[in-house]
C-alpha cells in the first residue's frame, strides 16, 4: 500500500493550500480515508475524515468551517483544502486508510502515507 501526501508548503495567515494523496495497492474506495497532523513537539492528531462513498465526513473542531475533505475514488486520491490557515495549522500532514471515518484515533487506521509539511507564516 501505498499513500503520498503533496501540496504542502509555505503560505502566509489568511491563505489556502490543497493537499492530495493519492492511493495505490488497496482497493480505494472499499475505505474510509482520513488527514492527521503533527505539528513539531505535539502528539500526531485527527484533521479530517471521510467514508468510502463520500456521504460522511468528520472534523476536529480546530479546522471546521475552513477545511474540506473529499475524494476521488475513479482516481484512488483523497484531497484536504484548506482555507483560512493559522499559523497554529502548521504541522506535517499524513493521509490515512481505515474502516471508520467517524473516528479520530490514529491506531484505527491501517494504512499511513508520507506526510507533506505545511507552515503557515504570521
Known amino acids: 500500500v501505498q499513500l503520498q501526501a503533496s501540496g504542502g508548503g509555505l503560505v502566509q495567515a489568511g491563505g489556502s493550500l490543497r493537499l492530495s494523496c493519492p492511493a495505490s495497492g488497496l482497493t480505494f474506495s472499499r475505505y474510509a480515508m482520513g488527514w492527521f497532523r503533527e505539528a513539531p513537539g505535539k502528539e500526531r492528531e485527527f484533521v479530517a475524515a471521510?467514508?468510502?462513498?463520500?456521504?460522511?465526513?468528520n472534523y476536529a473542531d480546530s479546522v471546521k468551517g475552513r477545511f474540506t475533505i473529499s475524494r476521488d475514488n475513479g482516481e484512488h486520491i483523497v484531497y484536504l483544502q484548506m482555507n483560512s490557515l493559522k499559523p497554529e495549522d502548521t504541522a506535517v500532514y499524513y493521509c490515512?486508510?481505515?474502516?471508520?471515518?467517524?473516528?479520530?484515533?490514529?491506531?484505527?487506521?491501517?494504512?499511513w502515507g508520507q506526510g507533506t509539511e505545511v507552515t503557515v507564516s504570521s
Open positions: 471521510i467514508s468510502w462513498n463520500s456521504r460522511n465526513t
Open positions: 490515512a486508510g481505515g474502516n471508520n471515518w467517524n473516528t479520530p484515533r490514529v491506531y484505527e487506521y491501517d494504512f
